[in-house]
């Protein structure tokens, strides 16, 4: 089981995306995403956080470069964390890793920080 990314992409500068989370298999697997947030990992750069949410999407956390720009939010009828991002830069081109904790009821197994394999976004100016 892993989390798997989906939206990333190539825009020009001032442009928005959506990134979205998802848990692979689901909901076959029964996992859900408890606490979870986003990660960037930029062309030379050690991976840094984004943002941040609680698993029940009432405290928030973001870089705070990032403050303003982006949203972090969650819809958990689908399972999923998304990332708002808003007038895009050029530095903000990165490959951006979800990394979510899971959760799976039934049998009382979790899965802490578990990563996907990341979506890559490019801004051109």
């Known amino acids: 089981v892993y989390v798997v990314e989906s939206g990333g992409g190539v825009v020009q500068a001032g442009s928005s995306l959506r990134l979205s989370c998802t848990v692979s298999?689901?909901?076959?697997?029964?996992?859900?995403?408890?606490?979870g947030g986003w990660y960037r990992q930029r062309p030379a750069n050690e991976r840094e956080m984004v943002a941040t949410?609680?698993?029940?999407?009432?405290?928030?956390t973001y870089a705070d470069s990032l403050k303003g720009r982006f949203a972090i939010s969650r819809d958990d009828a689908k399972n999923t964390i998304y990332l708002q991002m808003n007038s895009l830069k050029p530095e903000d081109t990165a490959v951006y890793y979800c990394?979510?904790?899971?959760?799976?009821?039934?049998?009382?197994?979790?899965?802490?920080?578990?990563w996907g394999q990341g979506a890559r976004v490019t801004v051109s100016s």
């Open positions: 949410i609680s698993n029940d999407g009432r405290i928030t």
């Open positions: 990394n979510a904790d899971l959760q799976r009821q039934w049998d009382s197994t979790y899965l802490n920080g578990v």
């Open positions: 298999e689901s909901p076959v697997s029964g996992f859900t995403i408890n606490a």
